[in-house]
């Protein structure tokens, strides 16, 4: 998943919460463009300063209380499944699977302030 999608006056084109304020909504848009393939998803940070990955549809059935969150897409890798995109994007996808869970958590540090 990549970092975050923006427009071209710099402004998220999906969901963004910076310091627990929703600066901008999800978005469940079908759409042209790389950011629109499903699945898209989410990373976003706890209030433990834990983040997680998750599926776009995952995240709006949980509601979690994300401090940071940043929408983004497509997920390449999703519960031990590579989605190719090469039909998408007419380039060949060498795609392998890493993930064990629908989730993707790590223990660290972010700064929640």
């Known amino acids: 998943m990549n970092a975050g999608m923006f ?3 710099g402004s998220p084109i999906g969901l963004y919460v910076e310091n627990r304020q929703e600066l901008h909504a999800i978005s469940t848009t079908d759409a042209p463009g790389n950011f629109h393939l499903k699945p898209n998803g989410v990373f976003w940070v706890d209030a433990a300063s834990d983040p997680h990955v998750m599926a776009t549809d995952a995240y709006l059935a949980a509601k979690p209380e994300a401090v940071w969150a940043t929408q983004s897409g497509p997920m390449l890798v999703v519960v031990e499944t590579c ?3 090469s039909a998408a994007i007419a380039i060949p996808v060498v795609c392998k699977t890493v993930l ?4 993707i958590t790590w ?3 972010f700064a929640t302030t």
């Open 107 to 109: 223990r660290g540090s």
């Open 7 to 9: 427009d071209t006056a």
């Open 83 to 85: 989605i190719s995109l």
């Open 100 to 103: 064990a869970s629908a989730e």
